[in-house]
């Protein structure tokens, strides 16, 4: 199985991609970092100047704190529902049980 493979079927199979990508959602709102992110922004632009900053420098700025502060127990729940997933769609890994 293969990545390209793996996501195919998350968008075929009861859009099961789009229900993960809601739950994410949900539970990044609920611990906060949504709102983190969001003050971060702010500050961001109000030190370079909203007249100043463009949208890549915000990117740029914002897009590795966001990534760094992603729960570890949100990527680990999210990667344990991706692998229950593949195994039930394309069986275990080879080598494996």
Known sequence: MDQSA????LIEK???????KQHITQRLIACGWRDDLKQHCIEFIKNKGIEKVTVDEIVAEIAPKGRANVPDSL??????KIRAFAEKEFGPPEGGP
């Open 14 to 20: 009861d859009n099961t991609r789009d229900k993960l």
């Open 6 to 9: 793996l996501n195919r079927r």
């Open 75 to 80: 990527k680990a729940e999210l990667l344990n």
